[in-house]
Structures are given as structure tokens and as C-alpha cells.
């Protein structure tokens, strides 16, 4: 028993490190954020939409949030040589094996998106993205859709289109929790004036308690076949 214990650590250690040995993917990752922000900054000052209302800016956050998780779910799974998960799938429990993947992507993501938070405070000047409620907002949003994706990627890993599947499976079923998101960021300058209550994201915590249960249900059956 001990060992098994022994063996789980190791693995979510290894998990956690498997970027640091991956840089040229982080690199990757990191570059098309700062990239895809100033493409879309400067798409809006040629179309004189500089100065766009909050909605239209926390959306663009947002697609560039979910075009990043899905490249850091995808190469969680596809970075491993094959025959590894098949060696996994005889020393590991897969819920074990799960969220190993996920804090992985979970890690990167979160650095994402407080560098994308950092970059969009500078550009567009809105005060409250670096408040606490902003960033609780950000990190709920950010585990919901980590954590469907880590699911769909599991998936898509199974065949030769993975990440064009997990774009094509992903978006539609994140879409409610998009929705989810935007509307507790169209209501942040109140929340930011009357201060923050965990009142404020029950409906966005439940939403990925459902994300998570359903993922731990189903990714036993997904990791079997």
C-alpha cells in the first residue's frame, strides 16, 4: 500500500516538473498569448474600437483563455512516448493519472492567464482586473475549463486529429460555462465596489463541481478503452 502511495507522488511530481522539461511548449504557449493580446489590441485601434466596452474586452480574454488551455490539455497527454500510458495504466489508478494531468495543465494555465490579466491591465486600463474579485472569477473560470479539457483531451489523445477533435468537442461544451464566466465579469464593478462575498461565484463554484465530479466518473471508463 505504501508503495502504491509512494508510486502516486512520484508520478504528480513528475507531472508538475513535466513542463520544465518541456520548455519550447511553455515558450510556445507563453509567446501566443503576448502575441494573440497585441494582434487584437492593434485589430481594435485600426478599427477604432480601442476604447471597447468591458464585455467585448472579457471576451477576448476569454477565447484567448480557452485557445491556451486547449494547446496545454493536448500536450499534457501527447507529449507522452508511446507505450508509456499503457505502462501507467498497469502501476496507476486512473483518478491518480487524471489529476496528474490535470495540475499540470492547471499550473500552466494559471500562468497564462495572470500574465494575459497583467497584459490586458496594461493595455486597456481597467483597475479591477487585478483585484481580488477578478482573480477569483479567473481562477474558477480557469479550473472549469482546464478541467474539461483535460477530459476531452484524453479523449481526442485516442486519434490521429486530437487537438483539431478537442477544439471541435471542447468548444461547444464549454460554452455554458463561457456564458457562466462573462456574466459574473459583467457585474464585477459592483461586486468590486460593494467588496467581495463568496456569494458572488456559488453558481460558477458549483458549475465546476459538476465538471470535476463528471470528469472523475467518466475518465475511468475513457482511460480503460
Not at 104 to 126: E, G, K, N, P, R
Request: net charge positive.
Amino acid at each position: 500500500m505504501s508503495s502504491k502511495i509512494s508510486t502516486y507522488w512520484v508520478f504528480l511530481g513528475n507531472e508538475l516538473r513535466a513542463e520544465l522539461r518541456h520548455l519550447q511548449g511553455l515558450a510556445a504557449q507563453t509567446m501566443f498569448v503576448v502575441v494573440a493580446s497585441y494582434l487584437l489590441y492593434a485589430g481594435l485601434v485600426l478599427l477604432g474600437r480601442a476604447g471597447a466596452s468591458g464585455q467585448v474586452i472579457h471576451v477576448i480574454f476569454w477565447l484567448v483563455m480557452i485557445f491556451t488551455i486547449v494547446n496545454s490539455t493536448s500536450s499534457s497527454f501527447f507529449r507522452d512516448a508511446s507505450g508509456r500510458d499503457l505502462y501507467y495504466y498497469s502501476v496507476l489508478h486512473p483518478l491518480v493519472y487524471f489529476a496528474g494531468k490535470l495540475l499540470s495543465s492547471l499550473v500552466t494555465t494559471l500562468f497564462h492567464s495572470l500574465l494575459l490579466t497583467l497584459i490586458f491591465h496594461q493595455v486597456f486600463a481597467y483597475s479591477y482586473m487585478l483585484s481580488i474579485q477578478w482573480i477569483a472569477v479567473m481562477f474558477c473560470g480557469v479550473l472549469g475549463m482546464t478541467t474539461l479539457f483535460t477530459l476531452i483531451a484524453s479523449m481526442a489523445s485516442k486519434t490521429t486529429q486530437s487537438q483539431i477533435l478537442a477544439v471541435v468537442l471542447g468548444f461547444p461544451l464549454a460554452i455554458p460555462l463561457l456564458l457562466f464566466i462573462l456574466k459574473k465579469l459583467s457585474s464585477i464593478d459592483l461586486v468590486y465596489a460593494q467588496g467581495f462575498s463568496l456569494y458572488n461565484l456559488s453558481s460558477l463554484l458549483i458549475f465546476d463541481g459538476l465538471i470535476l465530479g463528471l470528469s472523475l466518473l467518466l475518465f475511468p471508463y475513457i482511460w480503460g478503452d
